[in-house]
């Protein structure tokens, strides 16, 4: 079992920067497949980036791709999402993900943790 707690969620100008980190309880991190995802009102969660229990491969949103990065210690338990040049369209709840089984790493269906979100909003 494993528990997150995201943060690192604020308001920021179009074109800044902010750095998610989701830390994670437990002695087990490393074996879990990690993903963000974001949600807007009324829409669905939706697939951000996804990460290895290594973190030597990642995958990202072509919404995102260029502008994100995702990436993990294992020693400190964290997850973390770099955010570069972001846009009001980025403005949603973010939410770390953890699994375990190799799946579709892009349905949150394939998720079995999730945190709580934080807050990401982005002004023009």
């Known amino acids: 079992q494993v528990q997150l707690v995201e943060s690192g969620g604020g308001l920021v100008q179009a074109g800044g920067s902010l750095r998610l980190s989701c830390a994670a309880s437990?002695?087990?991190?490393?074996?879990?497949?990690m993903g963000w995802f974001r949600q807007t009102p009324g829409k669905e969660r939706a697939f951000v980036a996804a990460?290895?229990?290594?973190?030597?491969?990642?995958y990202y949103a072509d919404s995102v791709k260029g502008r994100f990065t995702i990436s993990r210690d294992n020693a400190e338990n964290t997850l973390y999402l770099q955010m570069n040049s972001l846009k009001p369209e980025d403005t949603a709840v973010y939410y770390c993900?953890?699994?375990?089984?190799?799946?579709?790493?892009?349905?949150?269906?394939?998720?079995?943790?999730w945190g709580q979100g934080t807050q990401v909003t982005v002004s023009s």
């Open positions: 993900a953890a699994r375990r089984a190799v799946g579709d790493f892009a349905s949150q269906y394939e998720y079995n943790h």
């Open positions: 437990g002695r087990t991190f490393s074996s879990y497949y």
């Open positions: 990460i290895n229990w290594s973190g030597g491969t990642t």
